[in-house]
């Protein structure tokens, strides 16, 4: 079978469970995300694997994954930039921006110290052959640190809280803390690799000041005056929708080629 008549039977098996644990779920006050979370366990090498692996192995055939991965992408992006549209801050970005950091900040210490404490045991038995103890416990470190910042996305907006107190901070902390995760595995990058690696961890710091200072201090405002003038009542037209897709995915483009994941760069055009 061709990958694209695969791809729909994926996608009809995909919806299909996420929707009925997601359904199931609901029942007992969870969120949606969560039973889809569960679809795709049900769905992988650990469940449906186990019990029929020659029906599995076919309908997730590893050479047809890549236009799901694909898809899947575009739907988190776009995801993202919707969160960052809806995100309210009054008073400014930059009255936020210190609790928002300090909160960031020290949820992501934690995890990163216990990252760090487990390493000594870990690193004989699980680091690959030629790397060292700190560029190890560095990884161990940032993996434990970085947060599931889509899926904290979802379950606020499912509960309506994107527009809260607790759920601005909540998104705006977490999306700080994600990049600090992101930068340090820029730097273990640059610690295994050779001087190239230095200058990739150099372009993602600078890299994300750059956009994100040509986000709010050049971006912002002149999407401000075009949408105030041409999409006032908040319903832009075709070719001002298309617009605005071709900078989410241009920005998300971007923080993916800085070595960031792709939804910062969507979040980020949503946010201005």
Same mark, same amino acid.
């Given at each position: 079978?061709?990958?694209? /008549?695969?791809?729909?039977?994926?996608?009809?098996?995909?919806?299909?469970?996420?929707?009925?644990?997601?359904?199931?779920?609901?029942?007992?006050?969870?969120?949606?995300?969560?039973?889809?979370?569960?679809? *795709?366990?049900?769905?992988?090498?650990?469940?449906?694997?186990?019990?029929?692996?020659?029906?599995?192995?076919?309908?997730?055939?590893? !050479?047809?994954?890549?236009?799901?991965?694909?898809?899947?992408?575009?739907?988190?992006?776009?995801?993202?930039?919707?969160?960052?549209? %809806?995100?309210?801050?009054?008073?400014?970005?930059?009255?936020?921006?210190?609790?928002?950091?300090?909160? *960031?900040?020290?949820?992501? !210490?934690? /995890? $990163?110290?216990?990252?760090?404490?487990?390493?000594?045991?870990?690193?004989?038995? $699980?680091?690959?052959?030629?790397?060292?103890?700190?560029?190890?416990?560095?990884?161990?470190?940032?993996?434990?640190?970085?947060?599931?910042?889509?899926?904290?996305?979802?379950?606020?907006? %499912?509960?309506?809280?994107? %527009?809260?107190?607790?759920?601005?901070?909540?998104?705006?902390?977490?999306?700080?803390?994600?990049?600090?995760? @992101?930068?340090?595995?820029? $730097?273990?990058?640059?610690?295994?690799?050779?001087?190239?690696? @230095?200058?990739?961890?150099?372009?993602?710091?600078?890299?994300?000041?750059?956009?994100?200072? $040509?986000?709010?201090?050049?971006?912002?405002? @002149?999407?401000?005056?075009?949408?105030?003038?041409?999409?006032?009542?908040?319903?832009?037209?075709?070719? @001002?929708?298309?617009?605005?897709?071709?900078?989410?995915?241009?920005?998300?483009?971007?923080?993916?080629?800085? *070595?960031?994941?792709?939804?910062?760069?969507?979040?980020?055009?949503?946010?201005?």
């Amino acid at each position: 079978m061709s990958h694209f /008549p695969l791809l729909l039977l994926q996608l009809v098996a995909i919806l299909g469970v996420s929707r009925i644990l997601a359904a199931l779920l609901g029942r007992i006050g969870q969120p949606p995300v969560i039973g889809e979370m569960i679809a *795709g366990i049900m769905l992988g090498p650990i469940v449906f694997g186990a019990l029929a692996p020659t029906a599995q192995a076919f309908l997730f055939a590893p !050479a047809s994954l890549s236009a799901l991965n694909g898809l899947s992408e575009i739907g988190l992006v776009l995801f993202m930039f919707i969160v960052g549209a %809806e995100l309210r801050l009054p008073g400014g970005a930059r009255r936020h921006l210190s609790a928002s950091a300090m909160v *960031g900040v020290l949820s992501v !210490a934690l /995890p $990163f110290a216990f990252g760090l404490a487990i390493s000594p045991a870990l690193h004989g038995n $699980f680091a690959p052959d030629g790397v060292a103890f700190w560029p190890f416990a560095l990884f161990m470190a940032a993996s434990m640190a970085i947060t599931a910042f889509p899926i904290l996305a979802r379950i606020l907006k %499912e509960r309506r809280m994107t %527009e809260s107190p607790i759920g601005r901070l909540s998104l705006t902390s977490a999306a700080l803390a994600d990049v600090l995760a @992101w930068i340090v595995l820029a $730097f273990v990058v640059a610690l295994i690799s050779s001087g190239a690696g @230095w200058s990739g961890f150099a372009i993602t710091i600078l890299g994300s000041l750059a956009l994100a200072g $040509f986000a709010f201090g050049v971006l912002r405002p @002149w999407l401000g005056k075009l949408l105030a003038r041409h999409a006032a009542d908040g319903r832009p037209s075709t070719g @001002w929708l298309a617009m605005i897709l071709i900078l989410v995915f241009a920005a998300a483009a971007a923080t993916s080629a800085l *070595g960031l994941h792709a939804v910062f760069g969507a979040f980020l055009v949503g946010a201005i």
